[in-house]
């Protein structure tokens, strides 16, 4: 209950967080949408990656197409909050339309770490990260396809939560992946994580994917569980491009973990080491059917040319950055009706067999625990390939393609970088999974976060 009353009683300092956002550059938008009165939560701020829509904002998804779009209703999951009481004060930097994993391809510059301004924050919700992170709110939303919230939570030092698959009604989020996205939270802690999806969760019957659940996530949420047996994939030790000092960190924390009573086996997942190639090929297609509803006709941008054809072809060409355009590209060439069965019917199998080898898993343990990165943050351009930024979401990915909750949580720094590790658990789980990364919380403690120094 004090977590609670901690959180109630933040109080947002707006000319301090402009100051802050002047280094960041986490904040698209300061702005103020206010809660319910009556509301538990009355004017407890929170911000909102620009890619879910509140009205009276824009809503750009960090894309040039969209730039002067402004949100025409408030997403289901925003509207709760402002039930609550909860505020909006203002709308989150990101990779463009939540495509990357550095938020480095955002239309409006890219976002810097608070724990070093030459690193990157993670992706696509860094803005999201790096406000919570600098303390500007208590928590902030983002959208998650395959590790958007938990792995800039990781490299931000703070907690990243995506819930079971329509557990949280996506309506009003620009779709990406549409089988593979949800909305998620970043937070300071783990009690105001699940605080926050408690209040989103539940039906909604604008859109038909979201579940008919009633969740209480907060009453047990300081019970402590025991005999708890969480499995480590083998693979984790074996797979390439894994830095050293993650690994050597993990295998401490995994020895933290066996000092006060968990269980930890080491496990096969065997198609673990296929999720990346099958992810960039799932997401990329539903990708390019998704976006093929921005053309300057109906939203956005248009670069008018005397034909309909070249008008389509020049807004696009100007509206859409470098990544969204290789994911449109790589998702309109697998499933084109030569290579469709060749790529996409045999990713959707692999898929399937993944979801195997974890509900085997699920059978005996109580999650599946991996570092939430196989890196710390690289600074900003360091990295020169898409593959190397892709495979930063290898051990995130997983639980996206099963649907399952997972959660990162801060374990640690290495060479004063905040290190994260993940949780895994089964689809519906979600108060368990809060639980053990409560009791995980409690064990490594909480980070203090940096101090931004916004004089300079």
């Given at each position: 209950?004090?977590?609670?009353?901690?959180?109630?009683?933040?109080?947002?300092?707006?000319?301090?967080?402009?100051?802050?956002?002047?280094?960041?550059?986490?904040?698209?938008?300061?702005?103020?949408?206010?809660?319910?009165?009556?509301?538990?939560?009355?004017?407890?701020?929170?911000?909102?990656?620009?890619?879910?829509?509140?009205?009276?904002?824009?809503?750009?998804?960090?894309?040039?197409?969209?730039e002067n779009y402004n949100s025409t209703y408030t997403a289901?999951?925003?509207?709760?909050?402002?039930?609550?009481?909860?505020?909006?004060?203002?709308?989150?930097?990101?990779?463009?339309?939540?495509?990357?994993?550095?938020?480095?391809?955002?239309?409006?510059?890219?976002?810097?770490?608070?724990?070093?301004?030459?690193?990157?924050?993670?992706?696509?919700?860094?803005?999201?990260?790096?406000?919570?992170?600098?303390?500007?709110?208590?928590?902030?939303?983002?959208?998650?396809?395959?590790?958007?919230?938990?792995?800039?939570?990781?490299?931000?030092?703070?907690?990243?939560?995506?819930?079971?698959?329509?557990?949280?009604?996506?309506?009003?989020?620009?779709?990406?992946?549409?089988?593979?996205?949800?909305?998620?939270?970043?937070?300071?802690?783990?009690?105001?994580?699940?605080?926050?999806?408690?209040?989103?969760?539940?039906?909604?019957?604008?859109?038909?994917?979201?579940?008919?659940?009633?969740?209480?996530?907060?009453?047990?949420?300081?019970?402590?569980?025991?005999?708890?047996?969480?499995?480590?994939?083998?693979?984790?030790?074996?797979?390439?491009?894994?830095?050293?000092?993650?690994?050597?960190?993990?295998?401490?924390?995994?020895?933290?973990?066996?000092?006060?009573?968990?269980?930890?086996?080491?496990?096969?997942?065997?198609?673990?080491?296929?999720?990346?190639?099958?992810?960039?090929?799932?997401?990329?297609?539903?990708?390019?059917?998704?976006?093929?509803?921005?053309?300057?006709?109906?939203?956005?941008?248009?670069?008018?040319?005397?034909?309909?054809?070249?008008?389509?072809?020049?807004?696009?060409?100007?509206?859409?950055?470098?990544?969204?355009?290789?994911?449109?590209?790589?998702?309109?060439?697998?499933?084109?009706s030569a290579y469709y069965d060749a790529y996409f019917a045999?990713?959707?199998?692999?898929?399937?067999?993944?979801?195997?080898?974890?509900?085997?898993?699920?059978?005996?343990?109580?999650?599946?625990?991996?570092?939430?990165?196989?890196?710390?943050?690289?600074?900003?351009?360091?990295?020169?390939?898409?593959?190397?930024?892709?495979?930063?979401?290898?051990?995130?990915?997983?639980?996206?393609?099963?649907?399952?909750?997972?959660?990162?949580?801060?374990?640690?720094?290495?060479?004063?970088?905040?290190?994260?590790?993940?949780?895994?658990?089964?689809?519906?789980?979600?108060?368990?999974?809060?639980?053990?990364?409560?009791?995980?919380?409690?064990?490594?403690?909480?980070?203090?976060?940096?101090?931004?120094?916004?004089?300079?």
């Amino acid at each position: 209950m004090v977590r609670r009353n901690q959180m109630k009683n933040f109080k947002f300092d707006i000319e301090k967080a402009k100051k802050i956002n002047e280094k960041i550059n986490a904040v698209l938008e300061f702005t103020t949408v206010e809660g319910n009165k009556e509301g538990e939560y009355y004017s407890t701020p929170f911000l909102v990656k620009d890619n879910i829509q509140v009205l009276g904002t824009k809503n750009t998804c960090g894309s040039k197409i969209l730039e002067n779009y402004n949100s025409t209703y408030t997403a289901t999951a925003v509207r709760k909050l402002l039930n609550a009481g909860f505020t909006v004060v203002g709308k989150t930097n990101l990779d463009e339309f939540a495509m990357g994993g550095s938020n480095e391809n955002s239309a409006f510059g890219p976002v810097k770490n608070p724990w070093d301004l030459e690193r990157i924050p993670g992706g696509s919700s860094g803005g999201s990260a790096a406000a919570v992170a600098a303390k500007m709110v208590p928590f902030a939303l983002g959208s998650d396809t395959g590790g958007s919230v938990r792995q800039p939570a990781s490299f931000c030092g703070i907690v990243g939560y995506k819930p079971t698959y329509g557990a949280i009604s996506r309506y009003g989020l620009s779709a990406f992946a549409s089988s593979l996205d949800q909305i998620g939270v970043l937070a300071n802690n783990v009690e105001n994580a699940a605080i926050v999806v408690e209040t989103m969760s539940g039906k909604d019957e604008k859109d038909s994917t979201s579940l008919d659940i009633k969740w209480d996530l907060t009453s047990q949420l300081n019970n402590k569980l025991e005999k708890l047996k969480v499995a480590v994939p083998k693979e984790v030790f074996e797979l390439d491009g894994i830095d050293e000092d993650v690994l050597n960190k993990f295998k401490e924390n995994i020895e933290t973990l066996k000092k006060n009573g968990v269980e930890i086996e080491e496990i096969n997942i065997p198609h673990l080491k296929y999720t990346v190639s099958i992810y960039y090929i799932i997401a990329p297609s539903e990708a390019s059917s998704n976006l093929s509803r921005y053309d300057g006709m109906r939203y956005g941008l248009r670069d008018e040319k005397e034909s309909l054809k070249e008008t389509y072809m020049q807004t696009r060409d100007s509206g859409f950055g470098i990544e969204v355009k290789r994911r449109i590209f790589m998702g309109a060439f697998t499933l084109s009706s030569a290579y469709y069965d060749a790529y996409f019917a045999k990713a959707a199998k692999i898929r399937n067999l993944l979801n195997q080898d974890f509900e085997k898993a699920f059978e005996k343990y109580d999650a599946i625990l991996t570092p939430t990165s196989p890196t710390l943050p690289p600074k900003i351009g360091e990295l020169k390939s898409p593959l190397q930024y892709y495979l930063m979401d290898l051990f995130t990915i997983p639980a996206n393609m099963i649907g399952a909750p997972a959660i990162s949580i801060p374990a640690g720094k290495i060479n004063d970088l905040p290190f994260g590790i993940h949780l895994i658990s089964k689809p519906l789980n979600d108060a368990k999974l809060l639980r053990i990364a409560k009791q995980f919380e409690d064990i490594f403690g909480t980070l203090e976060l940096p101090e931004v120094n916004y004089e300079i």
